[in-house]
């Protein structure tokens, strides 16, 4: 069992940054591919990146790249998810979610593809 907590969400100006932290507590997070999703009411769970267990490899959606940057800190068991020029399209709850080992890197950019969440912080950026 994994128990993801995340923070750093608020209420930010379109441009802004804001940096989310995904803490893990029971489990090395280095031993788990994370990722990053958003969800706004009444619209399906949005992946946003995914960085893997061995290599901390990265990928993006595209309505994101350029802008974010997902990066861990295993001295601190954190996942992080640097979000720059922020726009209020971005707005929405982040999770952050784990899984020990996928059969496809491809599966890490769907919600099915993990196992552990975490309760979400909301991020709202006005106009």
């Known amino acids: 069992q994994v128990h993801l907590v995340e923070s750093g969400g608020g209420l930010v100006q379109a441009g802004g940054s804001l940096r989310l932290s995904c803490a893990a507590s029971e489990r090395t997070l280095r031993y788990y591919h994370v990722g990053w999703f958003r969800q706004v009411p009444g619209k399906e769970r949005e992946f946003v990146a995914r960085?893997?267990?061995?290599?901390?490899?990265?990928y993006y959606a595209e309505s994101v790249k350029g802008r974010f940057t997902i990066s861990r800190d295993n001295t601190k068991n954190t996942v992080y998810l640097q979000m720059n020029s922020l726009k209020p399209e971005d707005t929405a709850v982040y999770c952050c979610?784990?899984?020990?080992?996928?059969?496809?890197?491809?599966?890490?950019?769907?919600?099915?593809?993990?196992?552990?969440w975490g309760q979400g912080t909301q991020v709202t950026v006005s106009s």
């Open positions: 960085s893997l267990r061995d290599d901390g490899g990265t």
């Open positions: 979610a784990a899984i020990s080992s996928t059969g496809y890197y491809a599966n890490l950019r769907a919600a099915t593809g993990y196992d552990y």
